[in-house]
């Protein structure tokens, strides 16, 4: 299948509220990260639409939705993974045309993982059970019989980084709808036109109005208008930490439930005995895919003293061989980072990091002309507590740092406030295993990187967030779990 740039009669700039498409009092500017130049006016909602929205979803869920038995939500489910997957290549390129990712890769990760999530949920959707549970009987008086069923939890309020919208988007809806909760998404301001797309898919699939509500717009405003409205039962985020903390302590006001997926300093440990040229390569993937906006971006490279200088040459040479530009030429392998201030944000960790004392062995500045880019970054000599080994860029910056002992590698990957994943590269079977134990991250990869997927719970220990989506997990995070006890 061709793909090109032009979606020009795709674009959905509208917010999707109780089923209809309408326009915002306002708008706001949604620029292309490769050039610089407006791409749409986005429908900036307001508080008053947040507002419509959460009533939609609670009129839907006191509605035909909340009697809709699993087997129903599921067929729903599915056929909005079919649509996902007939309109594969238009949501590729507008996650390239938004982003500034090279469009191979939505087309690889963002948009494949979102149908295999869609089917995957929609396999929960009339399997969520309760259990029958043996007691002593009630006070001596008399016997018991108990039971418990898992229950939607409501409204649930989805709030979605720029980075991959439509991936993280199916992340939320998918256990959310399975489960039989009602949702009002909250694109990032950078990054809508996906998600607007999907919102398209699920009106064609048939769910009913107010089942699932989109409303674009600022998250100081719409985001935090949706965090706060008591009638929300739950809110499930994923972005950075300083707004994670922020939102947990709005959504604490009134008990909401709460699923935080926030960032990440990820390690990945080269042992002596690594498959160098495997590691090699998964390590510039874990560092440049999606020009390293990524939550689980491994930037911290920790390899054994005897390999050390191999991996830092071998680095900087994936680095140069980058090819930076339009998202749409199938050269390209990094594109854009999103906006301006994030393209300044990574240069002045580079300069940071440059001033720390590291050694810049590739990248190291951005190149002249239009665009947000920065150039594939690697420094090495760098000590673990430096401003650029501890803060997450959330850019194409790696950091190389030198061990001696696997014990010492291990005291290096924990000591970070982070903790979402960690790969290590290792041919021996039990140093895996027993590594893999003693890393605190939540996910912990050996012999490659990002091995995701939507069967597998996903969520940081420490400040990488709290609570896990995906897998069964990602059923529980979004039930209430009542107990019923009849005394007989
Ligand atoms: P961000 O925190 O700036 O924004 C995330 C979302 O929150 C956006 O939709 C934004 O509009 C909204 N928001 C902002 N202020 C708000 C408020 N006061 N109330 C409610 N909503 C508000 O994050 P970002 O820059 O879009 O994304 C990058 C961050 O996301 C990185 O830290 C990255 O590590 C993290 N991330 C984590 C995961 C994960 O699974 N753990 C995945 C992707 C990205």
Not at 87 to 99: F, G, H, T
Not at 116 to 143: H, L
Not at 248 to 266: D, P
Request: net charge negative; glycine share 10%; proline share 5%.
């Amino acid at each position: 299948m061709t793909v090109t740039a032009d979606t020009s009669t795709e674009l959905t700039t509208k917010m999707f509220i109780d089923g209809t498409w309408s326009q915002a009092q306002e708008t706001f500017d949604d620029l292309n990260p490769a050039t610089g130049e407006l791409l749409a006016k986005i429908a900036n909602g307001s508080a008053e639409d947040v507002d419509r929205a959460v009533r939609a979803a609670r009129r839907a869920l006191d509605g035909e939705w909340g009697d809709t038995p699993g087997i129903v939500r599921a067929r729903l489910l599915n056929r909005l993974a079919d649509l996902i997957e007939r309109d594969a290549d238009v949501l590729a390129r507008l996650e390239a045309l938004d982003i500034g990712k090279p469009v191979g890769q939505p087309g690889m990760l963002d948009v494949p993982n979102a149908v295999a999530t869609f089917r995957y949920f929609a396999g929960w959707a009339d399997k969520i059970e309760g259990a029958a549970i043996p007691t002593a009987g009630y006070m001596g008086m008399a016997k018991t019989h108990s039971y418990t069923v898992r229950e939607p939890i409501g409204v649930v309020a989805a709030i979605i980084p720029w980075n991959t919208p439509l991936m993280i988007a199916g992340w939320k809806l998918a256990p959310a709808l399975a489960a039989g909760n009602a949702v009002v998404v909250k694109p990032a301001e950078d990054a809508p036109l996906s998600i607007l797309h999907l919102g398209k898919l699920v009106q064609e699939a048939g769910f009913p109005a107010g089942v699932v509500n989109i409303v674009p717009g600022l998250g100081g405003v719409t985001g935090e208008a949706l965090v706060a409205h008591p009638e929300v039962q739950k809110v499930s985020f994923t972005g950075s930490p300083q707004i994670g903390r922020h939102i947990l302590q709005v959504a604490a006001q009134t008990f909401k439930r709460t699923t935080v997926e926030l960032g990440g300093k990820s390690p990945q440990i080269v042992c002596a005995d690594a498959d160098l040229d495997a590691a090699v390569q998964g390590i510039a993937m874990g560092l440049f895919f999606n020009q390293g906006e990524v939550c689980a971006a491994g930037t911290r490279i920790l390899v054994h003293r005897s390999l050390y200088s191999e991996v830092v040459e071998r680095l900087a040479a994936a680095a140069e061989a980058q090819v930076l530009g339009d998202p749409f030429d199938e050269s390209t392998t990094m594109g854009a980072l999103v906006n301006a201030k994030q393209q300044q944000r990574v240069l002045s960790y580079i300069d940071k990091g440059k001033a720390e004392g590291a050694r810049l062995v590739a990248g190291g500045s951005a190149p002249a002309g239009p665009g947000f880019f920065v150039r594939p970054t690697i420094f090495a000599d760098v000590d673990n507590s430096s401003t650029i080994a501890q803060e997450e860029i959330f850019g194409p910056v790696g950091a190389v740092i030198a061990f001696d002992t696997v014990d010492e590698a291990l005291a290096i990957a924990n000591d970070t406030a982070y903790g979402l994943a960690a790969t290590i590269w290792t041919r021996d079977v039990s140093q895996a295993h027993t590594m893999a134990r003693r890393v605190r991250a939540g996910a912990v990869w050996v012999n490659g990187w990002a091995a995701i997927d939507p069967a597998l719970p996903w969520g940081g220990f420490k400040a990488s967030g709290i609570g896990r989506e995906l897998g069964y997990s990602g059923i529980l995070a979004n039930t209430e779990e009542k107990v019923v006890t009849i005394v007989l």
